[in-house]
């Protein structure tokens, strides 16, 4: 019996542990179950996704960027192809800086370009095609080929660079390209998010962001970054796990940008900058009826070539540090005393304003008193009698000091703000500085001191001769001189002429329309033209303009750039850097005008003998089609 019962007890705990063991394994079917359905039903369409990029990549292929010409024609920017060492890091079979180590002994790979590689892989995928080395000659790229058999994931490319033929010509107007910068690639992807239709994917999205490799950094190649570089292609291609491509799913081309008609003429760029020889300072020319650009030069320039691919470090040093400032986009963000080229619109205020008449006239006995101050006239003896011809014909500095006063600042300040002084005129080129045209609201703004703040009765009498606080642009005065010229009419400065889709040759006109209309009366631009033309008859310009065979009508300028407090002016007693700046204004013919012009020659004194004589030789060209002796003959890159 004891025996029975010890046998009972046995099976029935040997039955609860199979009950337990059953129940644990329920459990461990339950819990694989609901993994199994959190994975293939919930979760499915994300690791389906996940699965499905292990398996297909996605390829950019870059878009070449539109090509520049200008007005006549001229490719002034292009594009080159160029064989590139790629690596992809999912086929290669070694580390990373023993990769950099073997392909060196192959091809040259310079401790810039390592560190350009090395940075790039950071923030790349690895199934991205990352370059190594650029601009690999036919040499090196035969080297490579023999021994590409020990190099798995590393490949030639071909790829298209920035080219500018020309090089220095226009680099101001221009720009360049460079590499995309995180700050580029944010702006790109903040562009892309705002045109969400455009491409369908978060993925494609990135990829098309990536895919663009050069963006423009300055100039026109910035202000036209978008219309000139292009849409990125795709290819969606099925990989191995080691990388290897299978075969090609689809394929999206790549389509190139849009190309620019500048209206800029490279030829008359091309000569004023000759003209100017070595020295510093910036010249607009502008197209009086349409607004069009022919010419706008920044001296000293800097070649947009070097660029492309990264500057060198030592260059990026030289250029930044340099007293002359060759970056220095001076049309667009320089601004000078305008000194005598103010006094025709001065001139022109008075009649408008009723201020003057065209024969009152002044008695100069060359300098004028006021608040204890005497201000001097360059002619020493004065001028004697004075009316508004001879005043602006002989640049009687008393003649405007008296006129000053009599309008006040903020009568100079109403009438010059809508000829662009101390404005920004809207060119298309992002940048431009908006200078200052003084008032007594500027002053307060300006200066925080309520003292300091404070409009001084004195301080008006320079602002007629175009000194004092007055500080423009050589823009804005060519546009000031090209509304002057269009009689009131204003068109807005423009550089693009024309944008052409290469695919379809569609081209679209930029020039824009009238954008407004100073409403003067005709007697009085005509008295102000008058004197223009007498100050190349009988005043400043009569030397360099000697023997010209069409009307000019134009006004020499010389700017303070150093107080002397109350010395003579000596140039060779001050530094170069302090020496006055010369300018000019004009525009021609006089009776039927065409083209005005504004120009500044830093640091080299009297206008009629610095910048006076680059306009000449300038009109020349551009009314008769006269090359001036001496500057070397335009040639055309092939």
Known sequence: MVGNSDSSSALEQFQQRIKI???????????????????????????????????????????????????????????????????????????????????????????????????????????????????????????????????????????????????????????????????????LAAEIEENPDEIQGDELRNMRVKGIQQVGKIGIEQSYEKQLRGTVGFSEVEITAGGRVVRNLSYTPSAPGSNLTLAVDIKAQFLIEQLYEKRRGAAVVIEVATGDIIAFVSLPTFNPNAFVDGIDADLWKKLNESLEKPLFNRPLKGTYPPGSTYKPFMALAALEGKYRTPSQAINDPGFFKYGGNIFRDDAKNGHGVVNMYTSIAASCDTYYYILARDMGVDAIHDFMKPFGFGQITGIDMQGEVKGILPSKEWKKNYFKDPKKGKWIEGETISIGIGQGYNSFSILQLAQATAILANRGVIMRPHLVKLIEDPLTHEKILTVPSESGVINLKKEHIDTVTEGMIGVNKIGTGSVPFAGVSYPVAGKTGTAQVYSLAGKTYNAAAISEFKRDHALYMGFVPADKPKYAMAIVVENAGFGATAAAPIVRQTFDYLILGKWPKGVPAWKTVP
């Open 21 to 187: 063991a059953l129940w644990i394994v329920i459990c461990c079917l339950l819990i694989l179950f609901c993994r199994f359905f959190w994975l293939q039903v919930i979760q499915h369409k994300k690791y389906s996704t996940a699965s499905e990029s292990n398996r297909i990549a996605i390829i950019t292929t870059p878009a070449p960027r539109g090509i520049i010409t200008d007005r006549n024609g001229i490719v002034i920017a292009k594009n080159f192809p160029s064989f590139s060492l790629e690596v992809t890091q999912t086929g290669i079979v070694m580390p990373i800086p023993d990769l950099i180590q073997e392909l060196d002994q192959v091809v040259k790979i310079p401790a810039r370009d390592r560190q350009l590689f090395l940075r790039a892989i950071q923030n790349s995928k690895k199934t991205e095609s990352i370059p190594i080395r650029n601009f690999l000659n036919d040499e090196e790229v035969a080297r490579f080929l023999a021994r590409r058999y020990a190099f798995p994931g590393v490949e030639i490319q071909v790829r298209y660079f920035r080219e500018y033929p020309y090089q220095e010509l226009g680099s101001h107007l221009l720009g360049y390209t460079g590499k995309v910068s995180v700050k580029d690639r944010e702006k």
